[in-house]
């Protein structure tokens, strides 16, 4: 059931991360493309984890509620830094947003696969 709902979750951040670059009013056709497939590669690397076993968890609820915390901190931070706080070096905060979300899902799961392990 946690699983369906991260999946809806991961959809709908995806979703409101392509509209927000879409409102950034970028020019270049080129830097768009990079620049967005940047924004969207969490969201890929999230989706590719709850589909394969390549992170081996005992509970995939975990995982699951790592990737939606994950997805939902980078929509926030990216309201934030576009719509809450603009600032001239919001750009610098936009492009490590992709770096932040992935490095939490990387703590949440070393937390919690130690927190769930038989030792």
């Known amino acids: ?16 991360t392509c509209v927000m670059l879409y409102n950034l009013g970028i ?9 967005s497939l940047w924004m969207i590669l969490p969201y890929f690397t ?14 995939v609820n975990i995982l699951s509620a790592g990737v939606g915390l994950a997805s939902i901190g980078g929509v926030i ?4 830094v576009m719509y809450l706080h603009p600032d001239p070096q919001g750009a610098i905060a ?3 947003i992709p770096v932040l979300q992935m490095f939490l ?10 927190l769930t392990s038989d030792t």
């Open 94 to 96: 936009v492009a490590l």
């Open 1 to 16: 059931m946690l699983k369906a709902i991260t999946k809806i979750v991961l959809v709908l951040c995806l979703l409101s």
């Open 105 to 114: 899902l990387f703590v949440w799961n070393i937390v919690f696969k130690n």
């Open 46 to 59: 999230m989706t590719i984890l709850l589909l394969t076993k390549l992170i081996p968890v005992k509970n």
């Open 27 to 35: 020019n270049s056709v080129l830097f768009m493309v990079i620049f």
């Open 77 to 80: 931070m990216f309201v934030d």
